[in-house]
């Protein structure tokens, strides 16, 4: 089973293991945008995956309750300001150990719990997501998993 199927193309590392898959009976393609490319990547997808066969819309899914109803929230962070440095000098300094910004998250995945909202935290860097564990733990919040996914 492929998740984000759509992201197959010849050569990355969803096809590899798709085509390594020599004795699956079946292979599933599961993806929100499928046969959007408009290229031979689609042509790719089909070939890993086979064609179509049921669709579906947010909606149905939610009310089936196999997807969750997401609510995005974004909060402001206005310092540090470096405007100068390099990307990922940048992101090491103003995301991923910024200290303040790293309270914030922690502060407002407080008060949602305490809302009874479930909170999803997203971070690109290994080290930050252990940095937030470690800052909700000492914070008495208590984790119930954590998933650790590298994208090629």
Known sequence: ???????????????KVAVQCHNAR??????????????LGDIGLVGDTGEVVAESTRKELEDAGYVAKARILFFPVTSPV???????????????????RNQMIVRHTQTLLNRGCTIFILTRIVRHGNILLRMLQDAGIEVHGMEISKHC
């Open 26 to 39: 079946y292979r599933i393609g599961i993806s929100a945008t499928p046969m959007m490319r408009n290229d």
């Open 82 to 100: 470096d405007t100068k440095a390099k990307f990922q000098t940048a992101y090491k300094h103003l995301v991923v150990d910024n200290e303040g």
């Open 1 to 15: 089973m492929i998740d984000e199927c759509h992201k197959c193309d010849v050569g990355n590392i969803y096809h």
